[in-house]
């Protein structure tokens, strides 16, 4: 693949989202705010529905943050065919359900389709490109650009190549999703579940454990992280807010002091069986949680919060 063929991260005009759900039509969202024309293909039969009310949901909150000149929600297309919408792609983005095989069997038809040079990158969660460009004829523009939910608030992207990709296509994917205002780590290398899933992978299978043996409800749960810690993150990570918490001798007396509580056995991070008593345990607190107000309510309400909370550090 030649790298000339390229657009120039700044030049992109139009964005292909493959894959319409929540993170798909999330980026599509961004995608919009932004000034961009946004092409979408996904094949489920009420996808475009769902898209466009995803979109709808999210213009409040990308407008109160400031549309850039001729951002319009009509310049979203949704097109029925997959090759004819990327061969219309600047850049791709891929949001399809987080299955290996058909990772593998959509990228190559994504990578059959787009125009030579184009980067092509994936919302996965967790699995390793060099996993999922294997059939791919030009593996070398394929990257992961892995987002967080809202893709259209939460600035995070982590951007990995795999084995077979070329290192210019990392390059250009950082530098066009630092263009459109995300806050970009660019990984060395390919780690399972990049750096913030990998965190939140353990907070995850910790609450899991602690609801399957009563020993915590959801509700208590969810309080002891949005009126704990969960406070303290958005301003300094939990690394430096532990440097704080060893006082004026910092990380150093902290780990000298907390160090050895490491071996207690306060955590079990083997994942507990997903038994379906534990999954109705699981879903019956959310929903108790959630008491009246609707999925609908809840991202209102999420997305309100976190434009306070960008606001009120200065960074939105
Ligand atoms: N939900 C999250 O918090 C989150 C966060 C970051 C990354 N991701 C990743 O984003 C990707 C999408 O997850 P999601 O949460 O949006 O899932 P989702 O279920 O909301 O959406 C998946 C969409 O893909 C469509 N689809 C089904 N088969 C397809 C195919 N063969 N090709 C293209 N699209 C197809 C579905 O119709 C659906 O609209 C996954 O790789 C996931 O790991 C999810």
Redesign the pocket.
Known sequence: MSTGTRPDPTAVETVVC?????????WAAYFLAHGYDVVA????PD?EG??RHLVAQAWPALTELGLAEGAAQDRLTFEPD?AAACARADFVQ?????DLE??R??LADVDAATPEGVVVA??????PMSDMQVRCATPGRTVVG????P?YLIPLVEVVGGTATDPDAVTWASDFYRHVGKSVITMEREVPGFIA?RLQEALWREALHMVAEGEATVEQIDLSITDGPGLRWPIQGPLLTFHLAGGQGGMAHMLDHFGPSLLAPWTRLDAPPLTPELRDAVVDGCERESGDRSIDDLVAERDRGVIAVLRALGRA
Do not use: C, M, Q
């Open positions: 493959v894959g319409a759900g929540v993170i798909g039509g999330g293909w996904d094949p489920a996808a769902r898209l997959l891929e949001s399809a359900p987080e058909l990772k069997t959509l994936s919302s996965t969660s967790g699995y892995h987002p967080f939910n893709p899933n």
